[in-house]
Every structure is written in structure tokens, then in C-alpha cells.
């Protein structure tokens, strides 16, 4: 059985960092490639980084190149969100994706991340 948890959301300040972690089990995670979501009410949801299987090469959406940093660890089956000069806009549910396929995949149930002073 597929399972991908997500954690360490929470509520930061504006400039504060916070690291989400997604633990995987249930399939080959060292196989697939990873990526974070997120999805805020009424909007779709959000590409918002990507990593290769081996963690060779990385991709972010333009609103967070330079803040966000997404990284892998097969060991642990874990792949981390590094977040870190959180804005107002960054506030979201933030969900793991395992991408099997080219339209296929598996997701987490998300972690709230609110960004308010």
C-alpha cells in the first residue's frame, strides 16, 4: 500500500523558514521522481518543485526559485521543502506528489503552511 505523509507545516512569521518533510512507503522510492504541490481555496493546485529520482537534477516554479530549496534523501525514503523567506502568499496546503508516470502518481494528504505575523 502506497503511502506518503507529509510534515512540518505550521505557522511562521513573514522572513521565518520552515522545512516540510514527506516520508514514503508502499513503492520504489528511489525510482521515481518527487515533487511538492501546494493549493490554497479556490485555486488549483500548484507545481511548485521537482526532483529527479537520484536527486540530479531540481526545477521550481518562478514565484520560488531562490527561497525554496526541494532535496531527497533515498536512505530514508524521504524528500524535504526546504522553505525559507516565507511570504503572506506562500500560505497553503502543501502536498507530496510521487510521480510514476507521465500523468501518473501517488499524493500525500497535505500539511497546512499559514505565513502571518
Known amino acids: 500500500q502506497v503511502r506518503l505523509v507529509e510534515s512540518g507545516g505550521g505557522l511562521v512569521q513573514p522572513g521565518g523558514s520552515l522545512r516540510l518533510s514527506c516520508s514514503a512507503s508502499?513503492?520504489?522510492?528511489?525510482?521515481?521522481?518527487m515533487r511538492w504541490y501546494r493549493q490554497t481555496p479556490g485555486k488549483e493546485r500548484e507545481l511548485v518543485a521537482a526532483?529527479?529520482?537520484?536527486?540530479?537534477?531540481?526545477s521550481y516554479a518562478d514565484s520560488v526559485k531562490g527561497r525554496f530549496t526541494i532535496s531527497r534523501d533515498n536512505a530514508k525514503n524521504t524528500v524535504y521543502l526546504q522553505m525559507n523567506s516565507l511570504k503572506p502568499e506562500d500560505t497553503a496546503v502543501y502536498y507530496c506528489?510521487?510521480?510514476?508516470?507521465?500523468?501518473?502518481?501517488?499524493w500525500g494528504q497535505g500539511t497546512q503552511v499559514t505565513v502571518s505575523s
Open positions: 506528489r510521487a510521480q510514476t508516470g507521465a500523468f501518473s502518481g501517488f
Open positions: 508502499g513503492f520504489t522510492f528511489s525510482g521515481n521522481a
Open positions: 526532483i529527479a529520482p537520484a536527486g540530479e537534477s531540481t
